[in-house]
């Protein structure tokens, strides 16, 4: 695959996964309050942090998927990539399908962007501890270290999409565009976060917001169902 598609079917789905409100949200606009109207470093740190976290697991999993692979038969690779397929485009599904059902019931969070205060569902306090006095690329890459969704999520769908497109150390351009492509997502939308709150703007409306969510779901979606269908084609 060329760095141009990498990049697109990441960036995407990375920009999706930023923009899910949850705990490193929480700590980006804790941070930016206090930053003031320097809160745009702190998104840069914030991505910073989530970039050099990604890069090392993405090495990891390439290198692992290498040995895996290196000494197999024709057959069980495809087995392989089947079994790998499936479980990472059922997870993208999965997300996808939540983001999607969560906007129908209007039960997304969007309260951090009409007020300089957390989004629901994480204890505060937590973040005022020796953490949130931490340097925001250290305190941003252990909270993304500490949600076991991150884990998750880079296990099933991460490696399916390694897989998929053939992402390794051979492949410089795709390996590349994974990395540049999920990460200026998250780079973008926690930059502009930062930035707004430190500026107290509201140039991020609801309506802006639901409709990027709903746009990123959709691919999440269907990319989720080529990454079952196509090594099952590929196989049978």
């Known amino acids: 695959m060329s760095f141009w598609?990498?990049?697109?079917?990441?960036?995407?789905?990375?920009?999706g996964g930023a923009m899910s409100p949850g705990?490193?949200?929480?700590?980006t606009i804790m941070k930016s309050v206090e930053a003031k109207k320097r809160a745009y470093l702190v998104g840069l740190f914030v991505s910073t942090g989530?970039?050099?976290?990604?890069?090392?697991?993405i090495m990891i999993l390439m290198l692992g998927l290498g040995t895996l692979l290196s000494s197999?038969?024709?057959?069980?690779?495809a087995l392989i990539a089947i079994v790998i397929g499936v479980l990472g485009g059922g997870i993208l599904v999965f997300f996808g399908s939540q983001i999607l059902n969560d906007i129908r019931k209007k039960t997304v969070d969007t309260s951090f962007l009409e007020s300089k205060e957390a989004p629901t569902g994480l204890n505060t306090s937590d973040i005022k501890g020796k953490l949130y006095k931490s340097h925001p690329i250290l305190g941003s890459?252990?909270?993304?270290?500490?949600?076991?969704?991150?884990?998750?999520?880079?296990?099933t769908a991460g490696f399916s999409i390694i897989t998929n497109n053939s992402v390794s150390f051979q492949n410089i351009s795709g390996f590349i565009g994974l990395l540049v492509g999920k990460e200026l997502g998250v780079y973008l939308w926690?930059?502009?976060?930062?930035?707004?709150?430190?500026?107290?703007?509201?140039?991020?409306?609801?309506k802006l917001y639901i409709g990027i969510l709903i746009v990123?779901?959709?691919?999440?979606?269907?990319?989720?169902?080529?990454?079952?269908v196509s090594p099952l084609i590929s196989f049978f």
């Open 5 to 15: 598609q990498v990049f697109t079917v990441t960036f995407l789905i990375g920009l």
């Open 23 to 27: 705990p490193l949200l929480s700590y």
């Open 50 to 57: 989530h970039m050099l976290v990604e890069l090392l697991l």
């Open 72 to 77: 197999q038969e024709d057959s069980l690779k």
């Open 141 to 155: 890459a252990l909270f993304l270290m500490s949600n076991p969704y991150w884990w998750l999520w880079w296990f």
């Open 190 to 206: 926690y930059t502009l976060i930062a930035t707004a709150i430190g500026f107290s703007s509201k140039f991020i409306t609801k």
């Open 216 to 228: 990123c779901a959709l691919f999440m979606l269907g990319y989720g169902v080529y990454l079952i």
